[in-house]
């Protein structure tokens, strides 16, 4: 056969795969569509043994198909079943939506041998049938983990007011759990822990992969000395258990008292004399006074000062004496006068007011003593003179 008669022999074949070439893809393109379909996010997981695993499936199929579902590859001794709306089901339709969502439910048994095992799950309907294997591998420890954390581990503040922590509980786990809740703090202190927006619950209960928000609260005692605390608080279900630490850091209260030993409020003195009077300056708070200083208000004309005028520290519950001196002016008639004793630091400060009562000096008294002796002389005097006349 020549050349030209060999190429014109192959024309009508090349013509013909052409058009083969070009009905292949027609034909698939013409392959009915909207068949049922199964699809996942999750094809393979990591489990323990003994683990209740679930993998979210959504079914695709035209509005008003019913599919018919299996699940026909199951490893030995283990347990598989398809649930949907809190049922275990094997057949549905898909009504106004096109996709459906369900969940496969696959038991793991607790004596499995570690290794690599398949589930499969069938759906038939719209004219197709579609398939997913699911893998789950066995291992010790892989089933996930559950974490408390807190926003801010370490508050601090006054003993009088109340501490409150954010946590977040996370559970990492393959299903839901439900925590129960519990905090302990020093002993004498209040201390509760609680789901967020909530005021008396005592568990929540977390999805799988999800978290929930703790609040802890924290109320110390107000005569708590000044440091650091630890608070322990822990969410236990399921089998696991997180907790976290909190630092509760007191800096004390600060209150100051001043006061008269034996509670008088009231003193003797006299005009132009020195008259000392014992005081006390009390830590009534949780934290140390330091720089205590210590002052008077007196009449105009009066002194009053103090031995010691000031004191370094003064540690919670002790008290430090000192010593008052009132000098009355001189010219100061008999009557009452008040006096404002004062205490203070800078962040406290307290005050108490005592009566001076000016009495007639002695000297005075004597002086008037002289002066009538002297007057009864001088009447007797003129007695005698004039009473023989």
Aim: glycine share 10%; proline share 7%.
């Amino acid at each position: 056969m020549s050349t030209r008669a060999f190429r014109v022999a192959l024309i009508p074949l090349a013509t013909i795969f052409m058009v083969l070439g070009m009905a292949l893809p027609l034909a698939a393109q013409e392959t009915p569509q909207g068949g049922v379909s199964l699809v996942t996010p999750y094809l393979g997981v990591a489990v323990e043994p003994g683990d209740t695993t679930s993998f979210p499936l959504q079914v695709n199929a035209p509005a008003g198909e019913v599919v018919e579902l299996a699940v026909d590859t199951v490893p030995e001794g283990w347990t598989a079943r398809l649930r949907g709306g809190g049922f275990v089901v094997d057949r549905i339709m898909i009504s106004e939506q096109t996709e459906l969502d369900l969940e496969a439910e696959v038991t793991v048994p607790p004596d499995v041998t570690e290794g690599t095992y398949q589930v499969g799950v069938t759906a038939s309907g719209a004219g197709s049938t579609d398939r997913l294997d699911l893998t789950l591998t066995v291992a010790e420890a892989v089933g996930g983990s559950v974490t408390l954390d807190a926003e801010f581990p370490a508050l601090r503040g006054p003993s009088d007011v109340q501490f409150s922590y954010t946590l977040e509980l996370t559970n990492n786990t393959g299903e839901e759990v439900q925590f129960g809740l519990q905090a302990q703090g020093p002993e004498g202190w209040q201390v509760s822990a609680r789901p967020s927006g909530e005021t008396r619950a005592a568990s929540v209960t977390v999805a799988a992969g999800a978290s929930e928000q703790i609040t802890v609260e924290v109320d110390p005692p107000d005569s708590v000395p000044a440091g650091q605390y630890q608070v322990l608080v822990q969410a236990a279900g399921g089998g696991n258990t997180a907790s976290a630490e909190l630092t509760t850091e007191v800096t004390g209260t600060f209150d100051i008292g001043i006061v008269l030993p034996d509670e008088r409020l009231n003193v003797d003195v006299q005009a132009g004399a020195a008259t000392e009077v014992p005081l006390l300056v009390v830590n009534e708070g949780s934290a140390p006074l330091a720089g205590v200083s210590i002052g008077a208000t007196p009449p105009s004309g009066w002194e009053v000062s103090f031995n010691p005028s000031s004191v370094d520290v003064i540690e919670p519950g002790a008290s430090a004496e000192v010593t008052a001196v009132i000098t009355p002016s001189s010219e100061a008639i008999v009557g009452d006068y008040r006096i404002t004793m004062r205490a203070n630091v800078p962040e406290a400060e307290d005050s108490v007011e005592v009566r001076a009562t000016v009495e007639t000096s002695a000297l005075w008294g004597a002086v008037g003593i002289v002066i009538i002796v002297g007057a009864l002389a001088a009447l007797a005097m003129v007695f005698r003179r004039f009473g023989r006349r």
